[in-house]
C-alpha cells in the first residue's frame, strides 16, 4: 500500500511495517547471550583449574569417562550374563559350589524368606532335560557371551586414563582369567562375609582388602599392562571403600525392597531392583577408577607412584 509521501508501507508486523521483532524471538539475541555464558564458565573453569586443579581434574574425568552411560552398560551386561550363568552352575557345578554361592549371594544381600527361596530354587539339583537343554557348547557360548562384561570394564578402565585402543590391547584370555576370577570370588564371598566364622566385624576388613586386591589387578589386567602397577592403586583402593559400603547397605536396603517389590509386582519387580542397585554400584567403581586415576597423576602421588607425566596414549574419543 502506498501512503500519499508516496512511501511504501507494508501490512501489520510485515518487514516493512516498521515494528522491530522482540528481543528474545529473534536466534542471534540467543546466540549473544549463550556466547557470553559460554565466556563466563570458560573464565571460571580457569580459576577453578588453578586455584582446584584436583576438583576441576576430576570433575573434567567423570565427563570424559560419561560415568552414568558407562555405568549403565555395565550394569546391563552384568545383568543380562548372571541369569544364563546362574543355569549353566545349576546343571554343572558340583553341590558344594551350588551351596556356597546360595550362601555368598544371601550374604551380600541380606537375604531370607521369600528372596532366599528364589535364590536355592535357581539352584535347585538339575534334572536330565536342563542338562541337555543347556549342553556343553551352551555352557561354552554363556562362557564367551560373557566376555561383554570384560570388554566393558575393559573400557571403563581406559577412559578412566584416557588411553587410545592401541594403548592398551588386550589379548581374549585376560578377559576370560577376569571372569574365571571374579566367580570364584562370588563363591567365597560367604566365608569372606562372615570373617571365616568369626563374625562381620572381622569380614568387614577382609572384604575390604579383597575389594581392593580384585581391583587393582583388574585394571592391570584388562588394560594390558598399558600402566604399572603401583599408579593403579589409589583408584583401587577408592572403588574397595565404595563397593564395600554398598556391600553393608544392601544388607539393610535390599532385603527390604526385594520383598516389597516381590509382593507389589512379582519377578518383573526383583528385576528392576537387582538393576536398579547393579547401576548404582558400577557407579560407584566408574566414579572410583577414574578419581583413582587423576589422583595419582597429580604431584604429589605422582612422585611417590612413578605415574607418566601423561596418559600413556592418546585420549580415547566416545
Given at each position: 500500500?502506498?501512503?500519499?509521501?508516496?512511501?511504501?508501507?507494508?501490512?501489520?508486523?510485515?518487514?516493512g511495517?516498521?515494528?522491530?521483532?522482540?528481543?528474545?524471538?529473534?536466534?542471534?539475541?540467543?546466540?549473544?547471550?549463550?556466547?557470553?555464558?559460554?565466556?563466563?564458565?570458560?573464565?571460571?573453569?580457569?580459576?577453578?583449574?588453578?586455584?582446584?586443579?584436583?576438583?576441576?581434574?576430576?570433575?573434567?574425568?567423570?565427563?570424559?569417562?560419561?560415568?552414568?552411560?558407562?555405568?549403565?552398560?555395565?550394569?546391563?551386561?552384568?545383568?543380562?550374563?548372571?541369569?544364563?550363568?546362574?543355569?549353566?552352575?545349576?546343571?554343572?557345578?558340583?553341590?558344594?559350589?551350588?551351596?556356597?554361592?546360595?550362601?555368598?549371594?544371601?550374604?551380600?544381600?541380606?537375604?531370607?524368606?521369600?528372596?532366599?527361596?528364589?535364590?536355592?530354587?535357581?539352584?535347585?539339583?538339575?534334572?536330565?532335560?536342563?542338562?541337555?537343554?543347556?549342553?556343553?557348547?551352551?555352557?561354552?557360548?554363556?562362557?564367551?557371551?560373557?566376555?561383554?562384561?570384560?570388554?566393558?570394564?575393559?573400557?571403563?578402565?581406559?577412559?578412566?586414563?584416557?588411553?587410545?585402543?592401541a594403548?592398551?590391547?588386550?589379548a581374549?584370555?585376560?578377559?576370560?582369567?577376569?571372569?574365571?576370577?571374579w566367580?570364584?570370588?562370588?563363591?567365597?564371598?560367604?566365608?569372606?562375609?562372615?570373617?571365616?566364622?568369626?563374625?562381620?566385624?572381622?569380614?568387614?576388613?577382609?572384604?575390604?582388602?579383597?575389594?581392593?586386591?580384585?581391583?587393582?589387578?583388574t585394571?592391570?589386567?584388562?588394560?594390558?599392562?598399558?600402566?604399572?602397577?603401583?599408579?593403579?592403586?589409589?583408584?583401587?583402593?577408592?572403588?574397595?571403600?565404595?563397593?564395600?559400603?554398598?556391600?553393608?547397605?544392601?544388607?539393610?536396603?535390599?532385603?527390604?525392597a526385594?520383598?516389597?517389590?516381590?509382593?507389589?509386582?512379582?519377578?518383573?519387580?526383583?528385576?528392576?531392583?537387582?538393576?536398579?542397585?547393579?547401576?548404582?554400584?558400577?557407579?560407584?567403581?566408574?566414579?572410583?577408577?577414574?578419581?583413582?586415576?587423576?589422583?595419582?597423576?597429580?604431584?604429589?602421588?605422582?612422585?611417590?607412584?612413578?605415574?607418566?607425566?601423561?596418559?600413556?596414549?592418546?585420549?580415547?574419543?566416545?
Amino acid at each position: 500500500m502506498e501512503t500519499s509521501s508516496g512511501r511504501q508501507e507494508g501490512p501489520a508486523g510485515g518487514p516493512g511495517s516498521g515494528r522491530r521483532v522482540p528481543a528474545p524471538l529473534r536466534a542471534a539475541w540467543w546466540r549473544a547471550v549463550f556466547g557470553a555464558w559460554a565466556v563466563r564458565l570458560r573464565a571460571v573453569h580457569a580459576r577453578l583449574e588453578e586455584r582446584l586443579p584436583v576438583v576441576t581434574g576430576i570433575v573434567d574425568r567423570l565427563i570424559a569417562v560419561n560415568i552414568f552411560d558407562s555405568a549403565t552398560r555395565i550394569a546391563a551386561q552384568c545383568f543380562l550374563t548372571a541369569v544364563p550363568l546362574l543355569f549353566v552352575l545349576g546343571a554343572y557345578a558340583p553341590e558344594a559350589v551350588q551351596e556356597q554361592v546360595i550362601t555368598s549371594v544371601s550374604a551380600v544381600f541380606g537375604l531370607s524368606g521369600q528372596t532366599k527361596a528364589q535364590v536355592e530354587q535357581a539352584f535347585a539339583p538339575p534334572n536330565e532335560e536342563l542338562r541337555q537343554a543347556t549342553g556343553l557348547i551352551g555352557a561354552l557360548m554363556v562362557l564367551l557371551s560373557a566376555t561383554a562384561v570384560s570388554r566393558a570394564v575393559q573400557r571403563l578402565c581406559r577412559r578412566a586414563w584416557l588411553l587410545s585402543r592401541a594403548g592398551a590391547r588386550v589379548a581374549p584370555w585376560r578377559w576370560l582369567a577376569w571372569i574365571a576370577l571374579w566367580l570364584g570370588a562370588l563363591v567365597v564371598q560367604g566365608l569372606l562375609h562372615n570373617g571365616f566364622g568369626l563374625g562381620v566385624a572381622l569380614g568387614f576388613p577382609v572384604i575390604l582388602l579383597m575389594q581392593a586386591v580384585m581391583w587393582w589387578w583388574t585394571q592391570h589386567l584388562l588394560l594390558g599392562g598399558a600402566v604399572r602397577w603401583a599408579p593403579l592403586l589409589p583408584g583401587a583402593v577408592i572403588t574397595a571403600v565404595a563397593v564395600s559400603c554398598l556391600s553393608v547397605t544392601a544388607n539393610f536396603y535390599m532385603p527390604r525392597a526385594l520383598d516389597r517389590a516381590l509382593t507389589d509386582y512379582g519377578s518383573a519387580g526383583s528385576v528392576f531392583v537387582l538393576l536398579s542397585w547393579l547401576i548404582v554400584v558400577c557407579v560407584a567403581v566408574a566414579v572410583g577408577l577414574s578419581v583413582g586415576a587423576v589422583l595419582s597423576q597429580e604431584p604429589f602421588l605422582r612422585r611417590r607412584l612413578g605415574t607418566p607425566r601423561s596418559p600413556p596414549g592418546k585420549r580415547e574419543h566416545p
